[in-house]
């Protein structure tokens, strides 16, 4: 194949203990997945999930400095459990999402919480609130076929050694089984796509040299500062 420009590399995340890497397709996010986080971002606890999505390319690896970002004055912390898609499906059932599950890993969906808010004040589109570059660190990702399936675990985040979000998946509103189910029904589902579940209560501010600590139990840890 010829291109007219240079196309782009395929952009990828670590498997732990494999030197092969898991290629992204997609990245797909759920908003407000947890009832307190809803709560606190003035939403009703029990609405049906939406989505937005993010660049394959925004994501970064586990140990970054990343740049602090431009445009906003109020960059926010969300930590969250990362599904990677192992399997295609269009109308996934319930009972066989974990089927379409290759694995598990932690992740922070960075957002430009000032651009968001402006956003859904007028009603216009998230994107350059949530899709920007480097927007989305992710730790390894671990295969379900040595770690399980991860329904019930401790998730975290702590800036400068200050616990700022702590919960458990287990209080996901739409788990992971369900979310699968119902974000197949709107696209077909392909092997490298990443969905980022939604993050707890606690999310805040972060600034230029902070040290950033996230945690999954099974799953380990995330590490990544604001240069
Ligand atoms: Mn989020």
């Not at 732990?16 to 990245?27: K, L, N, T, V």
């Not at 997945?33 to 003035?42: I, L």
Request: charged share 20%; glycine share 8%.
């Amino acid at each position: 194949m010829t291109y007219v420009v240079s196309a782009p590399d395929i952009a990828s995340v670590a498997v732990a203990d494999s030197e092969a890497r898991f290629p992204i397709h997609r990245i797909y996010c759920v908003g407000r997945n947890y009832a307190a986080h809803a709560r606190e971002m003035g939403a009703d606890d029990r609405e049906p999930p939406f989505y937005f999505a993010k660049p394959a390319d925004a994501i970064v690896p586990d140990g970054t400095a990343i740049p602090f970002p431009p445009a906003t004055q109020n960059l926010h912390h969300e930590i969250e459990l990362v599904v990677a898609i192992g399997r295609a499906g269009s109308d996934i059932p319930v009972d066989r999402a974990h089927e379409h599950v290759y694995g598990y890993g932690v992740g922070v969906d960075l957002t430009r919480r000032d651009l968001q808010l402006a956003a859904r004040e007028k009603g216009r589109p998230w994107d350059m609130s949530k899709g920007f570059d480097n927007s989305a660190p992710c730790a390894a990702i671990h295969p379900a076929d040595q770690v399980g399936h991860i329904d019930d675990a401790a998730i975290w985040i702590k800036v400068n050694g200050e616990t700022k979000q702590d919960s458990n998946v287990s209080k996901l509103i739409w788990n992971v089984s369900e979310t699968i189910a119902h974000l197949s029904a709107l696209v077909h589902l392909q092997p490298g796509d990443l969905i980022y579940t939604g993050t707890p209560e606690g999310v805040g501010p972060l600034v230029a040299g902070d040290q950033v600590h996230g945690h999954i139990d099974g799953l380990g840890d995330l590490h990544f500062s604001l240069s």
